[in-house]
């Protein structure tokens, strides 16, 4: 088992780099299960936790997959497997994004039910409702979901409840190899869906009105490998900007695009924050005074819910009170007792933390409640006084490539270590005794 520690004080400076977009590269690898002819070719690929699951997702289904100094290679040609078992969708929801691929071009699929999970119930009821809109049989029991369709997929109107990322992806998915055509309602925006639809359509797709709430698929035969790059994580340069932000430093993030991540420099600016949109990505500044705003979780072009914890951690250091109302996931401020574990003044009230700030952050043991809340605490850890100590780095490992590494470079000090065996059983103690007091 490992830790992150962090000491604080340090300005950050220099350059940084985002990885490929955590979020495309999961459903661009379950679509490349659509080709039944040819190799996919995937470019920009971040070595994350996620990327290799869903690889192992893919080997078990006898898709032929490879990833290899950021580049993922997948054929499916042959026979594949229908069935994705509970220890992989376990690991990660993203797992139950072969559903679609897996019905539009086999007609049946087996696979585990995501269950619930540390920031919310995360149900798929808005998936199922499109693949049986399509004429799917769906089928739910020990703990498994059954679906089939006799011959092909039919293409059909959806109205989706919620502008979901995972059903808009999934029912996309398999739309595209179903008969005649579909359109999908109120549907998600993020440039994850607009990249997914590109790879789609590069393998030979009909997809039109990816990044609108419409997108309208007009289902084809048959499709084949294509070769595609991922877009860079909007999630990891955030969270990398905010560390700026909070140190009062001076950063460029490459590959940070505004167009993706408009509404945290819209927040940062207001905070005072001054950001420099270049070419090729975003420089940083950090002012001596942030003022605190509010904010609100909302699905793209709305603030993103995977940057509440990091923008959290910089509120702390706002001057005044600031609200933020999260109305993406009900239980997705795990991280506020962590936050309060450093000295953080922050409130909760339902939907709402009440942050009041400038706080003297200081360091504390804290562990990862979730993979943002591991980013927002390191970045806490920035500016604590002290030595802050991270643990439960599995979350952080599931979306952040050597993030430790990326602050190191900017000046931070923060290293990754081993915990001793002391540590790791008194740390095993202590998460018992979280658990029974919670
Ligand atoms: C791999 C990936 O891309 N993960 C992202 C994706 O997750 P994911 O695709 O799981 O998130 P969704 O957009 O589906 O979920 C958003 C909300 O809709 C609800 N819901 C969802 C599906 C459904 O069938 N029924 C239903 O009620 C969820 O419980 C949640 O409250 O979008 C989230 C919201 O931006 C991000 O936090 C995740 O980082
Ligand atoms: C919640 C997240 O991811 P996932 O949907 O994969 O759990 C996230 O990336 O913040």
Redesign the pocket.
């Known amino acids: 088992m490992e830790k992150i520690v962090v000491r604080g004080g340090k300005r950050l400076n220099g350059t940084v780099k985002a990885e490929g977009a955590?979020?495309?590269v999961?459903?661009v690898i379950a679509a490349s299960l659509l080709a039944e002819e040819g190799t996919s070719t995937i470019y920009d690929v971040p070595t994350l936790a996620?990327v290799f699951t869903m690889k192992n997702v893919l080997n078990y289904m006898d898709a032929d997959v490879n990833v290899e100094n950021g580049v993922f290679t997948s054929n499916a040609e042959g026979e594949l497997t229908t069935e994705a078992p509970f220890e992989y969708v376990r690991k990660?929801?993203?797992s139950f994004?072969v559903m679609g691929p897996l019905l539009a071009r086999k007609g049946c699929a087996h696979i585990a039910l995501p269950g619930g999970c540390a920031?919310?119930?995360?149900?798929?009821?808005?998936?199922?409702?499109g693949f049986e809109a399509m004429g799917a049989v769906v089928e739910i029991g020990n703990g498994y979901i059954e679906a089939k369709v006799q011959g092909r997929l039919q293409g059909a109107r959806i109205y989706?409840?919620?502008?979901?990322?995972?059903?808009?992806?999934n029912i996309m998915m398999a739309a595209t190899l179903a008969e005649g055509t579909t359109i999908l309602e109120n549907v998600?925006e993020?440039p994850?869906i607009v990249d997914l639809a590109n790879y789609l359509n590069a393998m030979g797709a009909k997809v039109r009105g990816a990044g609108t709430g419409t997108i309208r698929i007009e289902g084809v035969k048959q499709m084949k490998g294509a070769v595609h790059s991922i877009i860079p994580d909007r999630?990891e340069a955030g969270s990398l900007m905010i560390a700026s932000a909070i140190t009062g430093g001076d950063v460029f993030v490459e590959g940070a695009i505004h167009e993706h991540i408009r509404p945290l420099v819209a927040k940062l600016r207001e905070m005072g924050v001054i950001i420099e949109d270049e070419d090729n990505g975003m420089r940083v500044i950090g002012p001596d005074i942030l003022r605190p705003v509010d904010l609100k979780t909302m699905?793209?072009p709305g603030f993103?819910?995977?940057m509440q914890a990091q923008f959290m951690a910089l509120l702390t250091q706002a001057k005044g009170t600031a609200v933020i109302t999260e109305t993406?996931?009900?239980n997705r401020f795990m991280h506020v007792e962590e936050f309060r574990r450093m000295n953080a003044d922050v409130k909760i009230e339902g939907k709402t933390a009440i942050v009041s700030g400038p706080t003297r952050l200081q360091g504390a043991e804290v562990a990862a409640t979730d993979l943002r809340a591991g980013a927002a605490l390191i970045i806490a850890g920035l500016v604590a006084e002290g030595e802050t100590t991270l643990t439960e780095l599995r979350h952080l490992d599931r979306?952040y490539v050597d993030f430790h590494k990326k602050l190191q470079g900017l000046g931070a000090r923060v290293e990754r270590v081993e915990v001793t065996e002391m540590e790791e059983s008194s740390s095993k103690e202590e998460k018992i005794l979280r658990t029974v007091n919670h």
């Open positions: 955590k979020n495309s999961l459903p996620d990660m929801r993203a994004l920031i919310g119930s995360r149900p798929i009821d808005q998936h199922l409702k989706l409840d919620f502008p979901s990322v995972g059903a808009t992806e998600a993020e994850e999630i699905p793209h993103p819910t995977d993406v996931f009900e979306g």
